[in-house]
Nanobody, 127 residues
Framework: QVQLVESGGGLVQPGGSLRLSCAAS????????IGWYRQAPGKEREAVSC????????YTDRSVMGRFTVSRDNAKNTVYLQMNSMKPEDTAVYYC????????????????????WGQGTQVTVSS
């Protein structure tokens, strides 16, 4: 089955860390640009961080800059989002998306219909 699967979400205290994974099955990620997005209750989905095919370029939203880091391991067919110094406002469902035609910059500029989307993983930051 061709799909993206996110994992690693959960409940974390403010100031804590989580690492999300986005794994592809049924296809290889090395030709895809990957974006991480999140959607909080009652809010629109927003871009968090995006990474180019070779990991040479990454874009990160200013709201998480310095706290979140995107990386990828094409050999493992997985992209990661390391989240540190987490805040309650980081609470959301986090999604990854993959697209062969987009650039990392364009994927982080706006949310649209990309080739693949994962089902999302819940992240809750609360004491």
């Amino acid at each position: 089955q061709v799909q993206l699967v996110e994992s690693g979400g959960g409940l974390v205290q403010p100031g804590g860390s989580l690492r999300l994974s986005c794994a592809a099955s049924g296809f290889t990620l090395d030709t895809y640009v990957i974006g991480w997005y999140r959607q909080a209750p009652g809010k629109e989905r927003e871009a968090v961080s995006c990474i180019s095919r070779d990991a040479g370029t990454a874009y990160t939203d200013r709201s998480v800059m310095g706290r979140f880091t995107v990386s990828r391991d094409n050999a493992k067919n997985t992209v990661y989002l390391q989240m540190n110094s987490m805040k309650p406002e980081d609470t959301a469902v986090y999604y990854c998306a993959a697209d062969r035609k987009a650039s990392a910059q364009s994927m982080c500029t706006r949310v649209r219909s990309y080739e693949f989307w994962g089902q999302g993983t819940q992240v809750t930051v609360s004491s």
